[in-house]
């Protein structure tokens, strides 16, 4: 399984996913500042990627904090939580890592300070093996709807790249694949960044999976002929009401599912859902550069000089075109997804079943 990150004789290293699939080279962070550059420059990507990321950069920067207190130590560490905070806006993840380390730091607050260094390390280890089991249950759970034969329909990458491990949209196939089951994957290639080009076609034919790209304007041809029995994508923020917010191109992936009747799964890990946000509506998306979308990989110009360019990096799709969505804790319908919040011990009521 190919790992994204991890925390190797302390230093961050991360496989530089920007220049994937033509090379394959891995970065070494040695301060929490490179850390963030490379959440920034998508060398490390994918919602649950950039939130171990966030938590491996605080630990790292912890590990050069010199606190003769636990108040101290927290306060040297606010501007590198500022800093993670800042570096990508959309994917709930990072805040969620956030606000796991400080808590994870309060409850220990009278350790040392030299206890806590070494104990943030284990915890940001632990938030990316946790991830890893996470996604295995998002497989469990997400493989029934996976049938012999499907063709399933992906967006972006949501595979092990964008996670500790596995992958979230990726973890059903692989269940479903190790149950016996035959099927294909079709992988949008998701301009302008191409992560399912670059990276979701790769990781696919790296473990064997019958895979076939296509340009973003394909699926509804496919979908059209009938080519397509279900899609599922992953998520960087799932709203309280079921709202889904990921790669740009989801949301048209989505409204074509529902005109031709096809299944829209989103697989959510319980670490994308943003409990406090009530709607869609309100989630932050990020904008990025002009010349992700007017060149191709800084080397060739594909638009006239000076053109005005709209780059959302994500979009909404809301609840009523998805048809599930698939956690850890079981697949759920969109609208009770506030179910996982209340703690609610009879959770099974809820539990969405793939017909026979
Ligand atoms: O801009 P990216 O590559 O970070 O966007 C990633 C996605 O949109 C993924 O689908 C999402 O983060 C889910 S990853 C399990």
Redesign the pocket.
Known sequence: MVRAIEWKNGRVVMLD?SRLPVEVEYIICADYLKVAEGIKK?WI??????GIAAAMGIALAAQDVKADSFDNFLNKLSPVFDTMLST?P??V?IKWAVERIKAFLNIHKDNSVAELKIMLIEEAQRILEEDIQV?KAIGTWGAQFIKDGDTILT?????AL??GGY???TAPMLVAREQGKKFQVIADE?RP?L?GAR?TAWELMQEEIPVTLITDNTAGALMKKGAIDLAI????RTALNGDV????G?YTVAVLCKEHKIPFYV?A?LS?IDFSMLSGDLIPI?E?SPEEVTNVFGKCVIAPEGVKVCNL??DVTPAKYVTAIITEKGAFKPEHIKELAKNNASLDKFRIKASK
């Not at 917010?245 to 740009?248: L, R, V």
Request: aromatic residues 2%.
């Open positions: 996913q998508l990507r994918g919602a649950p990627a950039i990508r959309t994917a993840n996604n967006h972006c990458n949501a595979g964008a996670t992958g979230t949209a998701t960044v992560q990276l994508v992953g998520t960087d917010a990921n790669k740009i989801t697989a890990p994308s990020e990025r990096a994500f």
